[in-house]
Each structure stands twice: as C-alpha cells, then as structure tokens.
C-alpha cells in the first residue's frame, strides 16, 4: 500500500445553519441558481465594442464540480443570455441551462419535472425581483445577503457571503454537508480518499 501523496485537514459533515434550514438541505436533489447577482456580483463591464463582461468566483465553480461528484444536479435559470455567462457555465457539469429564461416558475416546473425531483427538493439562490415566484415555490429559498429586500424576506436562508464572491458555495456546502456527502464530495473531487 503506497503512501497518500499529502494529508487533507479534518473534513466533516457539520452544516452551519439553523436546524429547520439543515433539514431541508437535506433533501435537496436540485441546486437551480441565477447568475446575476448571484454568481456574480450583479456589475456588468460594458465595453466599447458592445461585449459586455463579467467576473465569476472562482470557489462557485469548484463547488458546481463537487455537486457531481455526489449526484446532485445542477439547473441555471437567467433572465439574460450573455455570451460571457454562457461560456463559464459551459464549462461545468450543470444538467439545464436556461439563460434567457424570464419564467423561471414554468422552467423550474420543467426541470423538475424531466428529473422526477419534487420542488421541494429544490433549493434556489437569487437576488432580485425575477427571482421571487421561484423562490416561493421550491424548498430551500436562499438569498445572497446583498438581495434585495423583498428576496431576503421570501428567504429560508441568506448566505455569509454575496453574490460573486462564493455565494454558491456557501448553498453547495451547507446541501453537500446536510446530506452527509460534503466529504466523500471533496474527496472524489482530489482524486480519491487519503490524498
């Protein structure tokens, strides 16, 4: 038997969140997510060529891959369709993405509805007005803590961290860990236990 190439630190499977908020991470089967304002920090660069530019975490984007490593899928629903967002999120494991989408209810209902996942088995993060009819149909309704008002309120749960600066991650963590699979998550992502 070989030696582990490097040790991890203590992972574990402990959700930092009220106990009524675990209980419904626990089952979430779907993360569905916005990218304004959630993802990223809500500023969009406007060049002068008409591209415009935006700037995602990095730390998002680790948690999108731990999620498949344990099964749990992922659904985008935007109300714009930027090249720039399309090209991030291209490049993860997220089963719909459905940029362009002003009904995210009638999305969502799809969504779940091609997957056999109940709503209440969904969580969904956002910010913004687009977002509350989604936010008051699925079981875990989180906001980004820069949301605004009328979202914070519609929400079972706000994030430690805003909108493009790992606002994803925090939701994937408290999911991952709540369903007891944070762990083997973060392992298989490093390529195996004991590494």
């Known amino acids: 038997m070989s030696e582990p190439k490097y040790s991890l630190p203590e992972l574990n499977n402990d959700p930092d969140a009220p106990a009524k908020v675990v209980e419904k991470a626990a089952t979430v089967e779907i993360v569905a997510m916005d990218i304004d304002g959630v993802l990223t920090d809500g500023h969009t660069w406007q060049l002068d060529n008409g591209e415009q530019m935006l700037c995602f975490s990095v730390q998002d984007g680790v948690s999108l891959n731990l999620c498949r490593c344990v099964g ?3 659904a985008v629903l935007s109300g714009r369709d930027l090249p720039a967002a399309r090209i991030r999120m291209e490049r993860f494991p997220i089963e719909e993405l459905r940029l362009g989408c002003i009904d995210k209810v009638t999305a969502m209902r799809e969504i779940a509805l091609k ?4 709503l209440e088995r969904v969580a969904y993060i956002g910010d913004d007005i687009i977002d509350l009819p989604l936010l008051g149909l699925v079981g875990l309704p989180v906001a980004v803590p820069n949301a605004i008002p009328e979202v914070l309120s519609a929400a079972a ?4 961290r805003p909108g ?10 408290l999911v991952l860990k709540a369903r007891g699979d944070y762990v083997k998550a973060v392992q298989s992502y490093l390529g195996g236990e004991g590494h």
Request: glycine share 14%; proline share 5%.
């Open 72 to 74: 749990v899928k992922l």
């Open 115 to 118: 997957y056999d996942v109940p």
């Open 157 to 160: 749960w706000v994030t430690g």
């Open 164 to 173: 493009g600066e790992g606002a994803l991650r925090d939701l994937i963590t």
